[in-house]
């Protein structure tokens, strides 16, 4: 039976996602740190992350094989990160494989003043139909860059997306913003602040959200990869409904 994959990337360790309901049968590949020319190194910086996917040309399929997986044996891939996971998820949303990425869960995991073409090209494709990006972010600034938030915000532009009302599952943002399957919540200051998107928030999404769009894509009838979107987002109404 084909196994759904998820990517827990950044800061991250397998116990963030303890209390979250993930796929039946799902692999759970975590990626803790990234590559540093110094062997002291934490390596768990962004430029870490960036480099990691740089070393491995920003190929999905390469940093699988690198970990003894087959890409072609997994029904669904979600890419999910926290925090300085994003320079790991950009180069594979920008890579030649990105097409095989199903979900993208960001949690406080964007950072930087332009717009990063592969999150935007993944969240456009979202925002189409065609593929889930659940976005958390909060309004805690770096000393040389701006929020999670204020960078989604430019992120979106053009996108369309309009107020949501969440589930009561899942906690109460700031402000919701969704289209189809393009969802951002802001959750400001509190009260996860910045850890809490991955300790806190990213279980809730997996098990209100992710797993449940997986679940039904992956229905009798659904089809392969790429099948049965359109009737999974539209299960996801039961979650979230234009306000």
Not at 2 to 16: E, K, M, R
Request: aromatic content about 6%.
């Amino acid at each position: 039976m084909a196994q759904d994959l998820v990517i827990w990337c950044g800061p991250v360790s397998a116990s963030n996602l303890k209390t979250a309901k993930l796929p039946s049968g799902a692999r759970l590949l975590v990626i803790g740190k990234g590559v540093s020319p110094n062997p002291a190194s934490t390596a768990i910086g962004s430029t870490h992350f960036e480099a990691l996917g740089s070393s491995v040309g920003g190929s999905l399929r390469t940093l699988l094989d690198q970990r003894g997986l087959d890409l072609d044996a997994f029904r669904s891939v979600t890419l999910a990160g926290f925090s300085a996971g994003w320079g790991l998820i950009e180069h594979l949303l920008r890579g030649t494989d990105a097409g095989r990425v199903d979900v993208l869960l960001a949690s406080d995991a964007y950072y930087g003043k332009a717009v990063k073409p592969g999150y935007r090209a993944f969240v456009e494709r979202a925002a189409g139909g065609r593929a889930l990006a659940v976005l958390t972010t909060s309004t805690i600034a770096g000393p040389t860059y701006p929020s999670a938030t204020a960078g989604v915000e430019k992120l979106v532009d053009g996108l369309g997306l309009e107020p949501i009302q969440l589930s009561p599952e899942l906690p109460r943002p700031v402000s919701a913003l969704g289209k189809l399957g393009a969802v951002w919540c802001d959750y400001g200051l509190e009260p996860f602040k910045h850890v809490g998107h991955a300790t806190k928030l990213a279980p809730l999404y997996f098990t209100h959200v992710i797993t449940p769009y997986l679940e039904r894509r992956a229905l009798p009838g659904a089809g392969g990869v790429g099948d049965g979107i359109a009737e999974a987002l539209a299960a996801l109404g039961l979650m979230w409904a234009l306000s």
